[in-house]
Every structure is written in C-alpha cells, then in structure tokens.
C-alpha cells in the first residue's frame, strides 16, 4: 500500500478511537451538510430569497466546482478507507474518493454564502463549516485526509477564481446579447459532456440553470426581496416543485445501462436546473409571491 495512504488509515483509526453512538450521529448529521440534498435545498433559498443574482453566481460557480470534482474522482480512481478496511466504515458512498466532494463543495458554496452575513461572522462560517465537514468525512472512514485536503485546496481555488475573475466578467456577460449568452452556456454545457460522458448530471443542470438565468431576465424577473411571508411563500412552492421534478422522473426513468438512459437522466438534471432558475420563479409572480419586474430592476441597480 502506499505510504501516504497507509497514514491516512492510521489517521481514520486514530478519529475513530474516539467512536460513540453519539459522536457518529453527529458526524453524519455535518456531513450532510456537505450534502447533494442539502446544497439541492440551500442554493434555490439564496436564488428565490436572498438575493437573486448573487444566488445564481453561486450556483453556477458551485456546479462548475462539482464537476470538476466528479471528472478528478474517476480520473484518479482512488478507493476509499473502509474499501482497505471494512471495519472502517461508518458511513458508506459508491464513487471514488479523491478529491473529496464534501470538502470542496463546502468551501466553495459556504465560502460564497458567507457573503450575506455580518462581517464579523463571515471569516467564522467559511471556515468552520468546511473544516467541521471535512473532519466528519474522515471520521467517517469514507475519506483520506489527503482527500480532504485535495478537497480544500480546489474549492479555495474556485474561490479565488471567482473573486479574480467571476466578478469582473459579470459586467461584460451581461451585455452580451440574450442569443450569446445562451451560446456560451451551451459551450460550457457540450465541453463538460465531452471531457466526461461518464455522468451527464453535472452538465444538465449547468445547462438547464445556465438557460434558465438567461430567460429568467425578462421571461420572470423577480425580485428576491419582499416580505417575509412572500419569502416562506417562495421557499416552500419552490423546494416542493423541484422535489417534484427531482424525484418524480425517477420512477418511469429506465434502468441503468438502458441506451437511453443517459439521455432521460440528462433531461431529469436539466429540468431540475430550469425548474429552480426560470419556472418556479415564473410561477411566484403569477401568485403575487414575488415582486413586480420594476421592483427586480430596482434591486439589480442597487
């Protein structure tokens, strides 16, 4: 076995030492936080209630992030600590290990987030919640620490390429045309699929989300503000149609390894993405449960 991977057993069993029922609940309950479902629950909130376009920057820098992470598991094809030790495992995932997902994702996205809160409290929450978070994913025998680390690493790198780059490209971006915008997002969309066909998921929603940003600007533009009863309002009817959306098409998709279904699947992810960026908002002005377009524009302009 390799050196640095027979330490990083050593380091699981070393956190493991300290195993309860207890301590094991808690670490499974942070580890969700760094989560598919949760991110799935977190990034419309920011989008429909917080702030719009800096929701939908968070977004799109977050599925660019995941993908990244996905194409790295299966380019290094590393196996997990409880596949070298069975007794290790406290929790269970199908994918390779390194990087680790849970990490990245959770500097990139609490790294963002952290934007809309205090001053004080920003430094706390980007730092706290990825490092609690990577430490569960030892704790739980599903990650190295260089898995982790691997994990950090990246995620600050996305964090420092949007703050460099992201913010000074938002300006141009927007003065494209609608028809350039939408051609970019298909570009991303198509190199994602070439450079890893192997899950088309990550591609999807960036597509689905990515057209439905570019038509949410006059097809639905909303503004996240309102009260917060138009706020409840927006969460609660948004998280249920993406459920929806998200779950149903699970139960007529064909099997796994079916011809066609990496294409069903590929319309699943891209109907989550285009439910969240442009139909729930859509549907939230024809309820009143959004303000008025005059009302967006006023908040883009702030």
């Known amino acids: 076995m390799d050196p640095i991977l027979a330490w990083g057993l050593d380091v699981v069993r070393l956190a493991q030492g300290f195993a309860s029922p207890a301590l094991t609940t808690a670490m499974k309950g942070i580890s969700f ?3 598919e479902p949760f991110y799935l629950i977190m990034l419309p909130i920011l989008y429909w209630a917080v702030d719009r376009d800096r929701g939908a ?3 799109l820098v977050f599925l660019a992030s995941a993908f990244v992470n996905s194409w790295l598991k299966d380019l290094f094809g590393q196996s997990r600590p409880f596949e070298f030790d069975q007794a290790l495992g406290l929790a269970f995932e199908g994918s390779h290990g390194l990087p680790s997902g849970h990490a990245q994702g959770s500097v990139v996205f609490f790294g963002m987030a952290a934007y809309f809160l205090p001053k004080p409290w920003r430094a706390v ?10 430490v569960s994913r030892v704790y739980l025998g599903v990650h190295f620490p260089t898995d982790v680390f691997l994990g950090w690493g990246l995620g600050l790198l996305f964090l420092l390429g949007n703050h460099l780059v992201g913010e000074r490209l938002e300006g141009p971006l927007q003065k494209l045309g609608e028809r350039w915008r939408l051609i970019l997002v298909a570009i991303i969309t198509f190199s994602m699929n070439v450079l890893y066909s192997q899950d088309v998921s990550l591609a999807a929603a960036f597509l689905g989300a990515g057209f439905g940003f570019v038509w949410a600007v006059k097809a639905a533009p909303f503004s996240s503000g ?15 149609l993406t459920v929806i959306v998200y779950i149903g098409p699970k139960y007529i998709a064909p099997p796994e390894g079916d011809a066609i279904y990496n294409l069903v699947r590929f319309f699943r992810y891209a109907l989550v993405g285009f439910c969240i960026s442009l139909a729930a908002p859509w549907i939230f002005l024809k309820l009143g449960l959004a303000g008025s377009p005059e009302k967006a524009q006023t908040e883009r302009t702030q």
Do not use: E, K, M
């Open 226 to 240: 309102g009260s917060l009863g138009q706020r409840l309002g927006r969460v609660i009817l948004g998280l249920a």
């Open 33 to 35: 936080l760094g989560s």
């Open 125 to 134: 929450v980007a730092i706290f919640f990825p490092l609690a978070i990577g």
């Open 57 to 59: 920057r968070i977004a």
